[in-house]
DNA sequence: TATTATTGTAACATAATGTTACAATAATAA
DNA sequence: TTATTATTGTAACATTATGTTACAATAATA
């Protein structure tokens, strides 16, 4: 037996692991004007959920979110926001993790781990779509974008944990920066009010807007202008994180 | 044997609860016109921290908290709120409880339950200091209220965790209306004004703060007045939750 | 009845935000 | 080349919010 082989043995029993306790990491994108969520779908079970995980037993919880974030998106720099710990014991339902495992040839006893109650820390993150190279199909699950307005029926209170997400990065783009993690470097200022109009679900007023974007200080004009349509081209800017300590404002 | 009995020593094994996660409660007074927090002292230890406790196998995390926080304030309607899961490995120290067992007469072995890793989950409560009734002094430890200035040396990152603690509160009196839960029923504006001073650490300007609170239009101006010093009487408010829903302004 | 300290709020100053308007383009069409 | 079109950048004003000063209105005491 390899060690490789010892180890995953020893993951499956659950050892490694820190016991009922779990991430559940929303991972936002933002792509054509529109807010996507990281699904997994389990593969022939019709069943999906947020990406998950455990925390090993000498790992930082942090650490293992990032992890959680990044084997799925290949990115190893990700902004991670903690927003809450999911613990109430009705949302214990261990049926989709039974359905998943028979699914896939398993037969799982009534007390195996992954049928144990877990309260789950959920993390949102955000990413940069552009930059996002999903992890191809794997032999149980697969993932994908999805339309924030067509997420499907989620297992367990993953679509609840979807919403507090939200409305946890809500507060965030107003009190912090944290929106321009989800847009490709260089960004006009269109983009980013639409980014905060489709986060915030309201219209913006555009001249208050920019006038509040560029008062922030930390917004850098990039010299080079866009090329598109029959109108006068917009302006790029950068992310500058110079005088903000800490994302607070 | 008792059920009562049978019950202890399942708890004694650290049967009935959930494994590697707790919960610490920083519970906020105001007295006097100071912040005050709640801290345990572990007898014959010198050793002082924060109240925690773990979550039964079929308890809400939420209601845990509260049951935490009951235990040592005696009262049942606690304003609660989860604040951040404290997760990092290096926050690991079985140490204090090894020191805090050995005091009692215990010899606790190296796998002891006590002395495994917990995440934990940060609760904050703002509590009525008047309504308090600390729970009396018990075999193992004893809780006082400390001035927030003068919080002694405390185990664990249980210093840290009561800083944190407090930044979250500045941000909910900024956007909550969470302050009135740390005064009673009762109070002037000058009451008001010195407890946002007093958790948000700098001075405020006396006619925009009441002008703002009172567009708020959440105070109900008690007909009675207050008798006291050689000057006007100021007028008793009272928080009224009408216009508000769920906390958020 | 005068004195004192503090309260409640008016009144103004300043800053932030909401709104309207318009000149400045960058592509296309004439 | 020049007009047309759509969109951008921002000025200019309106409105609201906040910061600041000032002062009349007490409630106890002298």
Redesign the pocket.
Known sequence: MTNIQRAKETEAAGEGFLKNIAIDAVIFGFHENQLKVLLIEYKRTGLFGLPGGFIRVEEDLNTAALRVASERTGLTDIYLEQFYVFGDYSRYDPTPFKTIMTANGQSPTEDHWLLKRFLSVGYYALVDFTKVKLAPAAIFDSCNWYDLNEVPTLIQDHTEIIKKALDALCLSLDNKLTGFNLLPRDF???DLQTLYETVLGRK?????????M??LGILE?VAK????????????YRFVAGNVTNGVI
Chains 1, 2 share one sequence.
């Open positions: 006009t200022m269109g913006l007023l555009r001249p208050a807007f920019q006038r509040k560029l008062a004009r202008k866009w090329t598109g349509g029959a109108h006068k081209a917009p302006y790029l």
